[in-house]
């Protein structure tokens, strides 16, 4: 099956020099690339365009790493998911562990912008693991069903879910492949409880955190995820390449 590769490209690139370098990087990886997965790309929000526009032949796609939860109106600041779509992007990351910390971000906010990402058709991928305090198994639990309760069985089949354990993130360290099939295992239990077991079978559940090209074909293929998020390798236009071999 078709594997989905995210690259979270952070707030990265602080300058036109920076983004043209690895644009002009990127492309060089990307252009003869064969791959049978789908590949993504997530820039910060002022090089969507930039981007769109640079990888459009590739087949390389790509995505926000945040949107609004709201199509019109006067919020200063924000950018709609409307405008996200409007400039050719397909996906936008809500919920990262990131946003949840530093911005305060709750479950209610996540669904909303997921709600409206959605009404766009930009598909979500919503990043669950964030921990707030407690066992990590529960925090995951109340992200989890906060969004398959309030959406319908539709709704659910255009989100993708991303398992981000936060210790995981940044650091090098990984769970092991037993406890991340574990955990995916356990989003499908909560999502097949609400809507089904074969709509639970449908829905994309990734895995993110510390991924490379050394750890990409256990913790993708041997957990059953449908795909895996990359932060730091995807900053290396050459790393995240290989990790897209890898599992090619
Ligand atoms: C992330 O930021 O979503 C992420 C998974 O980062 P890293 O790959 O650097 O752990």
Sequence with gaps: MQKLIV?????????????????????????????????????????????YKLLNKTGVSIGAQD?????YGSYTGNTSPKTIKSIGAQFVIVGHSERRQYNHETDEDVARKVLMALRVELMPVVCVGYNSGGEEIDNVKEQVEFIVKNFSQDEIENIIFAYEPVWAIGSGKTPTTDDVHTMIMYIRS??????????????GILYGGSVVAENVTDL?????????????????????AQIVRMLN
């Design 190 to 203: 909560i999502i097949a409880a609400t809507h089904g077991k074969e709509c639970a079978e449908g829905v």
């Design 220 to 240: 993708c293929t041997k957990t059953y995820a449908d795909g895996v998020l990359v932060g730091g390798a995807s900053l290396s236009p050459r790393k995240f």
């Design 7 to 51: 690259g979270n490209l952070k707030m990265n690139m602080e300058n036109l020099s920076q983004r043209d370098t690895y644009g002009k990087d990127f492309l060089e990886e990307f252009k003869q690339m064969k791959t049978k997965n789908h590949v993504a790309v997530c820039p910060p929000m002022i090089y969507l365009e930039y981007f």
């Design 67 to 71: 949107c609004f939860w709201e199509l």
